[in-house]
């Protein structure tokens, strides 16, 4: 892949929350021009690094358009929507609303604008159960839940403008995303969070009584659910090299996964916690979820023989030791 710069800068969405503002760190670390465009209504303006532009701003505001202009956007990372599984199935027109119908405004307004590049913020969830593992891209996307069903015809309608305008995409499957900078200057800070290791550092520090245990009569060797969770710095670099192949690439899209391509079981990363914090975390037995499978994790070979990308932080007790270094200076806010 040749060496490519984008003329003009980056617009990211959703750049005030946890994945979006290590986006945001890994393009200002790289020399862009950022703008942010973020609703606050989960997000934290304090979390934007100073080096970014924040503007409060609804994604599927016609304002944005003004804001493309006005800044010279030439590429959008796309970040904003909702992210909670169970609330997708209790309340799906919230999903398709926030994040298909908002998506379709942002694509319309890169299209209106004439911003050629976009990078999409999908996911795992796209897959369903898949019926092996680890899962492919080229694999059926059966989606089980609103949240994967929004983020699939979101990935439907980049393949379809696309091929209609000049216009590319790639499209990063994130896997389970974990961890926070290792520099302390982002994390998770979302009050409520559901995954898994920022669960299990909140209990760790007393902010939470225990984690819940949701079944352990899974096919797996210890009978909990195996999940391939990634840095969200290695994450957030991986859209930074995805935005370079692009520019590179102007008529090319890509679908990739972003994974590590191993999986841990909950209680391999529950003895994590307590080996990290040198104490015992409270595990709470709960019955499985309707639709949790059994294991899910990445064919990773497709984004490592298209991106100059090589995972830093694939260990562990590393990104453990980052969750919880950021949910100890978040409990000092």
Do not use: C
């Amino acid at each position: 892949m040749s060496e490519a710069r984008l003329d003009g800068s980056v617009l990211v969405t959703g750049g005030a929350g946890y994945i979006g503002s290590h986006a945001v760190l890994a393009l200002a670390d790289a020399g862009y021009r950022v703008v942010v465009v973020d609703n606050l209504v989960t997000g934290f303006a304090w979390a934007v690094d100073r080096r970014a532009t924040l503007i409060e701003m609804a994604v599927e505001d016609d304002r944005v358009r003004d804001v493309m202009r006005e800044h010279g956007v030439r590429a959008v990372m796309h970040f904003a929507g909702s992210v909670v599984v169970p609330e997708s199935v209790s309340d799906p027109l919230k999903y398709y609303r926030n994040n298909t119908a908002a998506s379709r405004s942002l694509i319309e307004s890169a299209v209106t604008v004439g911003v050629p590049h976009f990078i999409f913020s999908s996911t795992a969830a796209t897959y369903g159960t898949p019926a092996k593992v680890p899962v492919a891209e080229g694999d059926p996307t059966v989606p089980i839940n609103p949240y994967g069903m929004s983020k699939l015809m979101t990935e439907a309608m980049l393949r379809d403008v696309a091929a209609a305008h000049p216009f590319n995409y790639a499209a990063l499957r994130y896997f389970n995303v974990a961890g926070a900078d290792p520099g302390g200057r982002s994390g998770q800070s979302t009050a409520g969070a559901t995954h898994l290791i920022k669960v299990a550092v909140e209990a760790a520090i007393g902010k939470r009584e225990g984690v819940s245990v949701f079944g352990t009569d899974f096919a797996t060797p210890d009978g909990t659910g195996v999940r391939d969770y990634i840095h969200v710095s290695d994450l957030a670099a991986a859209h930074v090299h995805a935005l370079e192949l692009l520019v590179a690439e102007p008529g090319r899209s890509h679908t990739l996964n972003a994974g590590y391509g191993r999986g841990y079981s909950v209680f391999e990363v529950l003895d994590a916690v307590d080996r990290i914090t040198n104490r015992t975390v409270d595990r709470r037995l709960e019955p499985r979820r309707a639709g949790d499978p059994d294991a899910l994790i990445a064919d990773n070979s497709a984004i490592l023989a298209t991106l100059p990308w090589r995972p830093r932080h694939d260990d562990l007790d590393g990104i453990v030791r980052d969750a919880l270094a950021w949910e100890r200076a978040l409990a000092e806010r």
